[in-house]
């Protein structure tokens, strides 16, 4: 946490409305050059923006819970989330964060998991864990749920039943492989989960989007300018 930085106090949130960004990221290091890798540097000044506006991040199930039935909530919270469980959001994000006394929500892929040093090893995930992280479903095997009904079961409601195993705890919020889902998706995904997030550029969430909450994609594009502008 930033040196003589007082806690914010933090007060009851009603039920509804509720305007906190939610960021998405995929791969933070310095060897790809891909659209869904930051670099580091790019990620902590990114970081360092967030501290310096009074953010404070938050697990996306308490935003979920305050949407729905309102809870204790800092005066600025923010969601950091990452798709798809890769390592170098241990081994490069996760320091960073550490410094700005930031936690994130983490869309793990099920036949991703202990598939090589790509993934996040499941020792990393326990100490994320232990560290105040979250963790929610990115389905069975990332594929595009409205290419194939037949495997919705088998995407949305085993990826639930398999992580809450592998994790030992609950898992109680799906991330749309893609962003993509339609009624059909989204029925599966209101029957197992309490909450299904997608893509979006709105920090504004409703009871009406707790099936689809916006989240930001933040990409090597992204400009510190872009960045700054993207946040309220």
Do not use: C
Request: glycine share 6%; proline share 6%; net charge negative.
């Amino acid at each position: 946490t930033p040196e003589n930085t007082p806690t914010p106090a933090w007060d009851f949130h009603p039920a509804g409305e509720l305007t906190a960004p939610v960021l998405l990221y995929h791969h933070v290091n310095d060897q790809e050059s891909n659209l869904y890798t930051v670099t580091t540097t790019d990620f902590r000044n990114q970081m360092k923006v967030l501290a310096e506006r009074g953010y404070t991040t938050i697990p996306i199930s308490l935003l979920v819970r305050a949407v729905r039935d309102g809870a204790p909530l800092p005066p600025k919270a923010l969601v950091i989330t990452f798709d798809d469980g890769n390592r170098d959001v241990y081994t490069r994000a996760y320091p960073i964060l550490q410094e700005f006394g930031f936690t994130a929500s983490v869309y793990l892929v099920v036949n991703y998991l202990d598939r090589g040093e790509s993934i996040l090893s499941h020792e990393q995930i326990d100490e994320l864990l232990a560290a105040g992280w979250e963790f929610g479903s990115h389905s069975m095997s990332h594929t595009e749920l409205t290419r194939d009904y037949s495997n919705l079961w088998y995407e949305v409601s085993r990826s639930r039943y398999e992580l809450e195993e592998y994790l030992g705890t609950d898992v109680i919020t799906f991330a749309y492989p893609y962003g993509v889902m339609d009624t059909v998706v989204q029925r599966s995904v209101r029957e197992t989960f309490e909450a299904g997030l997608g893509l979006g550029t709105s920090s504004l969430h409703t009871p009406d989007s707790l099936f689809y909450l916006s989240r930001i994609e933040v990409r090597r594009s992204t400009s510190l300018a872009d960045f700054k502008a993207l946040i309220p």
